[in-house]
């Protein structure tokens, strides 16, 4: 599998914070509903079979996570909201760490090394 991918010309890769617009059906009616997580996992080889899993913490602290196909028609877009510097195929270790052991496993650069 790959620890990137690509959706309308932009480059996404695992451990990045995404935006992503899903259109519901409720009835007649049909609204966007934004799902804001970062990606932990890529699946699928080719482009039909693509899957992405994004995860996400609500403000009472439970983790949900969300499984889309790629090629849904229900995505109206993605967008990049912060670009990480993790460089693994998958991030299943976000699960067990707080918000700021995340932020410093996922968006630290590696250049910077404290002694």
Request: aromatic residues 10%.
């Given at each position: 599998?790959?620890?990137?991918?690509?959706?309308?010309e932009?480059?996404?890769?695992?451990?990045?914070?995404?935006?992503?617009?899903?259109k519901i059906?409720?009835?007649?009616k049909?609204?966007?509903?934004?799902?804001?997580?970062?990606?932990?996992k890529?699946?699928?080889?080719?482009?039909?079979?693509?899957?992405?899993?994004?995860r996400?913490i609500?403000?009472?602290g439970?983790?949900?996570e969300?499984?889309?196909?790629?090629?849904?028609?229900?995505?109206?877009s993605?967008?990049?909201?912060?670009?990480?510097?993790?460089?693994?195929?998958?991030?299943?270790?976000l699960?067990?760490l707080?918000?700021q052991?995340?932020?410093n496993k996922?968006y630290?650069?590696k250049?910077?090394?404290?002694k």
């Open positions: 599998m790959a620890n990137s991918i690509s959706f309308q932009k480059n996404f890769k695992v451990g990045d914070t995404l935006s992503i617009h899903y059906k409720e009835g007649d049909e609204r966007v509903q934004i799902f804001k997580g970062i990606l932990i890529i699946k699928g080889d080719t482009p039909e079979t693509r899957m992405i899993t994004v996400k609500t403000r009472s439970i983790g949900v969300r499984i889309i196909p790629f090629v849904s028609p229900y995505i109206s993605i967008s990049l909201i912060k670009k990480s510097s993790y460089s693994k195929s998958k991030a299943y270790f699960k067990n707080s918000e052991e995340l932020r996922l630290r650069s250049t910077s090394t404290k």
